[in-house]
């Protein structure tokens, strides 16, 4: 499954290990959020993000987000991610965070990159302009 392949068997969720084979089965889009706690425009981003999330999911569009941290200790990532409700890579795992940023060309945060679900394929690396411009989440298509 490409998901798996992309982030893992799994991934960090609020109640300890999520398989993210099911995140692949239930969602249409997942959003990868690279960011950390002591980006300014990052903290800015993060509650504008948590909205977006928040109405798509409560209008049945199948969207999740992935946290992946620019950190650079465990705890201050384990805090930052308590005041988010979606998913994430374990901190622990920096070679997966660089092969991610690499592979998308993240340069700087914070940056969403969507992909599809069920294929992994690149749907944009601009997901802050589409959290402004696409307010209904249209992008959100199975």
């Given at each position: ?37 002591w ?100 992008f959100?298509?199975?």
């Amino acid at each position: 499954m490409a998901l798996v392949e992309l982030l893992g068997a799994t991934v960090t969720g609020k109640d300890g290990d999520v398989n993210v084979a099911d995140v692949a089965a239930e969602n249409d889009v997942v959003g990868l959020y690279f960011s950390a706690h002591w980006c300014p425009p990052c903290r800015g981003f993060t509650p504008v993000l948590s909205e977006y999330h928040a109405k798509l999911r409560a209008a049945g569009k199948k969207f999740q987000v992935v946290f992946i941290s620019s950190d650079r200790e465990e705890g201050a990532a384990k805090d930052y991610y308590s005041s988010m409700p979606w998913l994430m890579v374990p901190f622990s795992d920096r070679a997966r965070k660089e092969t991610l940023g690499s592979k998308y060309g993240v340069s700087g945060i914070p940056t969403l990159v969507l992909v599809n679900a069920k294929t992994s394929e690149l749907i944009t690396k601009e997901g802050r302009k589409v959290v402004s411009e696409d307010p209904e989440g249209n992008f959100c298509k199975p």
